[in-house]
């Protein structure tokens, strides 16, 4: 069972910030959160992912809400190569992945 | 980070035969894992392939329509056996990689088949 809940679509533009909301109320103590997308026709690639702290990698920031029942996946500068579906995860570090619906993002030149 | 090679990359079948799909990865790795992907669908996690003992499998999947082998740590196989058409999905063959602060999960290309 997917423990989240994410826009089923956005559409930003080239060049912009892209942010991705997602909600895991019920988010346990020692459950990571964790982001991945697919590109058309690829497999799920690794995008980043927090427990507490906010996190940036060169792909992505990962701001975590204090309470940690939310979260946001900014991109900062969103190409068209970052159309994508998202998948905001949550689990513990050495368990299984269960994919949501995810978001598609849909990046306009 | 760990490269999968996933084999074949496509396929069209024809209902009830059988096909194997090969993954190799390019280290030893301790989990693998097989997911399906329906059409227009999220990725669904079939089984987890253990090495030197039986798959394990998540409710809805079972061993005599999925059979899996792990004989080593590099290299695992999904058969999807007497096809139908609602079999018609990307599978993808997946790894993960443990260190001390993370659990990063890699992915293969997948296998695009179709059963007419």
């Known amino acids: 069972d997917a423990k989240t809940t994410q826009p089923t679509s956005m559409d930003c533009a080239e060049g912009r910030a892209a942010n991705l909301p997602c909600n895991h109320s019920t988010i346990s103590g020692n459950e990571y959160v964790y982001w991945y997308r697919q590109i058309h026709s690829q497999g799920p690639q690794y995008i980043i992912h927090?427990?507490?702290n906010n996190e940036t990698n060169e792909m992505a920031s990962l701001i975590i809400t204090e309470d940690r029942k939310s979260s946001t996946l900014i991109l900062p500068h969103a190409t068209l190569r970052d159309t994508a579906v998202y998948y905001c995860?949550?689990?513990?570090?050495?368990?299984?992945?269960?994919f949501g619906a995810g978001t598609t993002v849909t990046v306009r030149a | 980070s760990a490269v999968i090679s996933q084999k074949p990359s496509r396929d069209i079948c024809q209902r009830g035969t059988s096909l194997t799909i090969q993954c190799q990865v390019d280290s030893q790795v301790t989990m693998m894992f097989w997911y399906r992907q329906q059409p227009g669908q999220s990725l669904t996690l079939i089984a987890t392939a253990n090495q030197g003992s039986e798959a394990t499998y998540e409710s809805g999947f079972v061993i005599d329509k999925f059979p899996i082998s792990r004989p080593n740590l590099t290299f695992s196989t999904l058969t999807v056996s007497n096809m139908s058409p609602e079999d018609s999905s990307i599978y993808l063959c997946s790894v993960e990689e443990v260190n001390h602060w993370n659990t990063e999960a890699f992915f293969g290309q997948g296998t695009r088949l179709t059963v007419v």
């Open positions: 927090g427990l507490k």
């Open positions: 995860i949550v689990r513990p570090a050495d368990y299984k992945l269960s």
